[in-house]
């Protein structure tokens, strides 16, 4: 249950066996490449740029052809539009394909359809908001060709605002007296003028215009009256309509026929473009070249077996890392474990050779995602929604791993209800008088004896908390610095258990926080090894660097123990003796201050600690909600009773409201096992990742991507293409 081991590997082969060794490599996906060994300069591929020019022009016509049949295709797998669907494939059908000539001809079919429905579209778009600038004019019996005017007169078309209209015409009828306004349609609050002024005062009513809300209107492209031009526009609107109809049938046909084959080319290509790409990082000689790269201890006879064929002329070396090496992280867990390494990879692998968090925060996970639900009915419908989702719907690898975590979770809440007494937040009383065997389990009330529950979450702060540091001393010993492991962590410890001592005993309060702190202090400082001093030091100066040691825990006694002696004189005089005379003493006066603001720091736990209080709050709040549903439920079926008394018809009102009652209840605790849900991973995981990762786990490796075929959309199957099911 760790970081899997690797192994570093260094393959060097006869160029002439570069496509078979590349191929064998991509399709095992075992091996994880490197850059090649420094000594050796980069493989020359200047041979492979038109290879792979030709496969980025065949991968760029491939992924325009899916893409645009994507978005004609309809999926046939339950939740199609929320779930990513999984085509499955042959391997050796999948190795066979390629962009041939189909696939291009394919590819301008499609473009063809594309680029006649974008010109169509924009033909219909600018004809319809042609239409839409038409409609106030309607009206107007004079065609457009004739809207410049005739020789004594001038026209002015143009759109204003109807609250605006009487100020305009004022305006005009102070300016000249042959003006003539023709007000036509208004639409949404604008109306459309002709405006008709003879020739001798156009200047003068075109500048009075210009000064009102008068926008001017003109169809220079049109000629016959506006209802003709404005139908003519429709229609043609409606004939390109049809038209953009047939294109849609005839790429949703593409689709049927050719989606699922385009996705599988478009990965292929992708796959075997990756097979040129990568050997950008091959080392080269005149006539060999060399790959470095590392692959898991556990594949190792798997890449052995996979490159047997070549043996003649490839040689194949393995070796463990070395110190300066970074291998790539892959987690090696458990099968029960596995799906805890959801959170694993959400905040950030572990560096190799680092202990791996995945089992250590299960349990921790496992727990408080139950007390954020703990509802036997919630947990029943999460099992029941997580089971259907990872064994009746096509989903990813990942996205089963997560379920399965969710399916943990629900049988950790229904265990949590039953000892909360909760199924779906009903009254226990009542559900106890039903089912009397239930009674006895119920452990708490958390509605009733918060505060106890409450303590409860802190406790379990407590130990998660002081659980991480004991991890963090624990790997520091075993990289060998047991130092910084007593010192930094298990004096922290140290210090917190003096306080419980203090409070589970008031006759030691003094004792235990003096000698907790001040230890603590000193131990944190690591004043200890300062006072000792350096070897090099004179003996007078380690002699009074001992000494002011010994005060200073003297000291420490003397205050604990409330014994009247002149110790602390005694301390500060050796302390000032010694910032003058003596650079140990110096040295550890430092250290002791560095200590005491680390445990200043240490005030930061108990921030921590109350995080875990959260988890009594979210809880609670899905109880209350999940009331507040049965409540409103109960107020619908309250009239079912009188209905079925009543006979009759009654019955059939009766029934209605039981169902109605029933859809509240199923709908509301549906939305509220959802959100809760949301809350109970959240939540969770930010005190795993903030409260519990930061006292021991640093992360930042770097995940393990073997050198394989791409096929994200893809599943690849030894036999025969299959749809996954059941427990696949």
């Not at 082969?13 to 590349?22: F, G, R, T």
């Not at 020019?53 to 929320?82: I, K, M, N, W």
């Not at 399965?404 to 106890?432: P, R, T």
């Not at 001040?518 to 004179?538: D, H, N, Y």
Request: proline letters at 4%.
């Amino acid at each position: 249950m760790a970081v899997a081991p690797m192994l570093k590997v260094t393959v060097l082969a006869h160029q002439s066996v570069m496509d078979d060794l590349v191929g064998r490599m991509q399709r095992a996906g075992v091996l994880a490449i490197d850059s090649a060994p420094a000594e050796l300069p980069g493989l020359d591929s200047s041979s492979d740029e038109d290879r792979l020019h030709r496969l980025e022009e065949y991968l760029a016509d491939a992924t325009f052809v899916r893409d645009f049949l994507g978005r004609y295709h309809v999926s046939g797998q339950p939740f199609g539009a929320f779930v990513s669907e999984k085509i499955h494939i042959d391997v050796d059908e999948f190795h066979s394909l390629s962009a041939d000539a189909a696939m291009l001809q394919l590819y301008r079919e499609c473009e063809e359809i594309s680029s006649r429905s974008a010109t169509l579209q924009r033909e219909r778009t600018r004809l319809l908001h042609l239409a839409e600038e038409l409609l106030p004019w309607e009206n107007l019996h004079l065609q457009i060709s004739r809207w410049l005017g005739t020789e004594h007169m001038v026209l002015f078309t143009g759109i204003v605002p109807a609250s605006d209209g009487a100020a305009i015409r004022q305006a005009l009828r102070e300016t000249a007296s042959d003006v003539t306004v023709e007000e036509l349609q208004s639409v949404n609050g604008r109306a459309a003028w002709v405006v008709m002024a003879h020739r001798a005062v156009v200047d003068a009513v075109r500048a009075t215009l210009a000064l009102t809300n008068f926008q001017e209107v003109g169809f220079p492209d049109l000629e016959d009256y506006p209802a003709e031009e404005r139908a003519e526009a429709l229609e043609r609107a409606d004939d390109i309509a049809e038209e953009l109809a047939r294109l849609d049938e005839a790429a949703q046909n593409l689709a049927a026929a050719n989606h699922s084959r385009c996705v599988a080319v478009v990965e292929a290509v992708a796959s075997e473009l990756d097979s040129v790409i990568v050997r950008g990082q091959f080392g080269a000689t005149e006539r060999t070249f060399a790959i470095g790269g590392w692959v898991r201890a556990s594949q190792r006879e798997e890449l052995e077996a996979v490159l047997e064929p070549l043996a003649d002329e490839v040689d194949v070396s393995f070796a463990e890392p070395a110190d300066d090496d970074k291998p790539p992280v892959v987690l090696d867990n458990l099968r029960i474990i596995r799906p805890f390494e959801t959170l694993t990879d959400l905040y950030g692998l572990p560096k190799y050779g680092e202990v791996d968090p995945t089992p250590l925060l299960a349990p921790f996970f496992l727990l408080f995602f139950s007390l954020c639900i703990c509802d036997v009915g919630y947990g029943l419908m999460l099992i029941a929604g997580a089971w259907y989702i990872k064994n009746k719907i096509d989903v990813a690898p990942g996205v089963k791993r997560f379920m399965d975590l969710l399916m943990y979770g629900g049988a950790g809440a229904m265990v949590a209800g039953v000892l909360f007494g909760s199924y779906f937040a009903l009254d226990f009383k009542m559900v106890a008088g039903a089912l009397p065997f239930l009674e006895p389990l119920q452990v708490i009330d958390p509605l009733i004896e918060l505060p106890k529950f409450l303590i409860f979450t802190i406790v379990l702060g407590v130990i998660q908390v002081f659980f991480g540091i004991l991890i963090s001393a624990w790997d520091l010993a075993r990289h060998g610095d047991r130092r910084a492991a007593f010192f930094d962590q298990f004096s922290t410890i140290l210090m917190f258990a003096s306080i419980g001592v203090a409070a589970a005993v008031p006759a030691l309060t003094m004792p235990a926080i003096v000698l907790g702190v001040g230890v603590t202090a000193v131990f944190k400082g690591r004043a200890i090894e300062a006072a000792l001093g350096r070897k090099e030091s004179p003996g007078w100066d380690r002699a009074l660097g001992i000494s002011w040691l010994v005060a200073v825990l003297v000291t420490l006694v003397t205050w604990a123990t409330g014994l009247s002696l002149p110790v602390g004189w005694v301390l500060l005089g050796l302390t000032l003796v010694g910032l003058a005379a003596s650079k140990t003493v110096r040295r550890s006066v430092v250290a002791l201050l560095g200590g005491m603001y680390a445990v200043y720091s240490m005030t930061s736990f108990i921030g921590d600690i109350l995080s875990y209080t959260r988890l009594a709050a979210l809880g609670l709040s899905g109880m209350l909600v999940g009331m507040v549903f049965n409540t409103l439920a109960g107020l619908v079926m309250g009239g079912a009773g009188g209905l079925f008394a009543s006979g009759g018809l009654s019955v059939v009102g009766g029934i209605v409201v039981v169902l109605l009652g029933s859809l509240v209840f199923a709908v509301g605790h549906t939305f509220n096992v959802v959100i809760s849900l949301l809350g109970a991973f959240v939540h969770p995981a930010r005190l795993q990742f903030v409260e519990f990762f930061s006292k021991f786990y640093e992360g930042g490796g770097r995940p393990f991507k073997p050198f394989a075929h791409r096929t994200k959309s893809l599943v690849l199957h030894a036999g025969g293409a299959r749809q996954e099911g059941a427990g696949s």
